[in-house]
Nanobody
Framework: QVQLVESGGGLVQAGGSLTLSCAASGSFFSTETMAWYLRVPGKQRELVAAISSAGNTNYADSVKGRFTMSRDNAKNTVHLQMNGLKPEDTGVYYC???????????????WGQGTQVTVSS
């Protein structure tokens, strides 16, 4: 069983900062790419940021220069530092991890339960 537990969401004023964290736990061999997605009511989840196991990052154009994603492979944890928050950043943020359960198994996606971020204007 693999679990992703997110934390760090909350209410913040525009221009403020929040840091989201996602920790993977359970029985698995490794995590590969981990990512954050944003779901806004009425829309599908959209990729916000992703980081490979080697630390290479990819960001949505809307957050470049404001958000920074990092990871601690030893703790199977990723963080999303969000600065200069805007009202349009409001929504539920989900963590996704590509997980290899054993050394020989294929990758499988796991999702966290989501954490709410609300940015007031």
């Amino acid at each position: 069983q693999v679990q992703l537990v997110e934390s760090g969401g909350g209410l913040v004023q525009a221009g403020g900062s929040l840091t989201l964290s996602c920790a993977a736990s359970g029985s698995f061999f490794s995590t590969e790419t981990m990512a954050w997605y944003l779901r806004v009511p009425g829309k599908q989840r959209e990729l916000v940021a992703a980081i490979s196991s080697a630390g290479n990052t990819n960001y949505a154009d809307s957050v470049k220069g404001r958000f920074t994603m990092s990871r601690d492979n030893a703790k199977n944890t990723v963080h999303l530092q969000m600065n200069g928050l805007k009202p349009e950043d409001t929504g539920v943020y989900y963590c996704k991890a590509e997980v290899r359960r054993t050394a020989l198994s294929t990758l499988r996606d796991y999702w966290g339960q989501g954490t709410q971020v609300t940015v007031s204007s």
